[in-house]
């Protein structure tokens, strides 16, 4: 199946009337640019580089998500594209519709996902009320703090909403997991209609064009499956023992862990790397803390700079408040 937040959330906004209702789906950020805010009203790059051209925006200027609706460009950028933005969502729900009776998208359906928040389990559930699609969702997760109104069950296997104590473990190296558990294949962006069928499209993916990273990742993928099966065999059930070497490697990861991450980045208009790419005393102060405050893995960051053994989760734990 190929869902994704943003392409269930694009089939849900021809069903608002308001920026702020239209705003309900989207990944509430400190800040958002003009590029991201057009991604997730339906617009590709290309249209959203011309929309902002004409109103004279540069797409990546950034945005504090919390004055967002106070934003005169912003509301009057909505108010320009409502209609579109909403037959672009229309088009979506149609395809979304037909693509969930094409896959046989009813009865008891699991979903098993990375998780957090439970919002695709939750947009897929309210598409499915909106367009009468007799289904009922079990989600399975890494770990699940519902803050939507999910209707079906949720476990999380790290932590859950009735047990939240191990969340903490994991905040520091959200994005580190994110890594282990990707696609090898761009983001669902929405779907279009090719012979009668509907088939998705796929955002770009980031790391094609290498394909060492790409081994590697597979490998690792390789390697928890197979971590699975001996514990399985083993009839290990003590979930703490299962989860310490993850949680302990991002919390308090070895120098030569935080190595087998050197390469690793995310895209957001450049690339975002997890640790240092030069020594620290290459680094202008500023420099470094602009590139440990955007890092996915902030104790792998100051691990793999400062070399020494030091609590650094305990320093992070600080900076978080």
């Avoid at 990546?60 to 509301?75: G, H, M």
């Avoid at 519902?146 to 939240?164: D, E, R, T, W």
Wanted: hydrophobic share 35%; charged share 25%; aromatic share 14%.
């Amino acid at each position: 199946m190929y869902f994704s937040r943003k392409s269930i959330s694009q089939a849900l906004l021809y069903d608002t009337n308001t920026l702020e209702d239209s705003l309900q789906y989207i990944s509430k950020e400190n800040i958002i640019s003009y590029g991201k805010l057009l991604e997730y009203f339906g617009f590709d790059y290309k249209e959203a580089k011309n929309i902002c051209l004409l109103n004279e925006i540069d797409i990546d200027e950034e945005l504090e998500f919390t004055n967002i609706l106070n934003n005169k460009t912003v509301k009057k950028i909505y108010s320009l594209l409502k209609e579109k933005i909403n037959k672009k969502s229309k088009d979506q729900a149609n395809l979304l519709k037909q693509y969930l009776k094409q896959i046989n998208f009813k009865g008891n359906i699991a979903i098993v996902d990375i998780g957090w928040y439970g919002s695709m389990q939750y947009y897929l559930e309210k598409f499915a009320k909106m367009h009468n699609i007799p289904v009922h969702i079990t989600g399975y997760y890494v770990g699940i703090e519902q803050s939507n109104n999910v209707i079906g069950n949720c476990y999380g296997y790290v932590y859950s909403k009735k047990n939240l104590k191990r969340k903490k473990d994991l905040l520091c190296c959200f994005g580190l997991l994110e890594r282990l558990f990707q696609s090898r294949e761009g983001s669902t962006f929405g779907y279009r209609l090719e012979k009668n069928i509907v088939v998705p499209i796929l955002d770009n993916y980031e790391y094609k064009d290498d394909k060492e990273l790409i081994q590697h990742i597979k490998d690792m993928q390789v390697g928890a499956l197979n971590f699975v099966k001996v514990n399985l065999s083993n009839k290990l059930e003590n979930i703490d023992l299962l989860i310490n070497p993850l949680v302990n490697a991002g919390k308090s990861p070895t120098l030569s862990e935080t190595k087998l991450f050197k390469d690793y980045y995310l895209m957001d208009g450049s690339k975002i790397f997890f640790i240092p790419q030069k020594a620290i005393y290459k680094y202008s102060i500023k420099e470094f803390v602009h590139a440990l405050s955007n890092s996915p893995w902030k104790t792998g960051f100051m691990k793999a700079a400062f070399k020494i053994d030091f609590p650094y989760y305990k320093i992070y734990s600080l900076l978080k408040k």
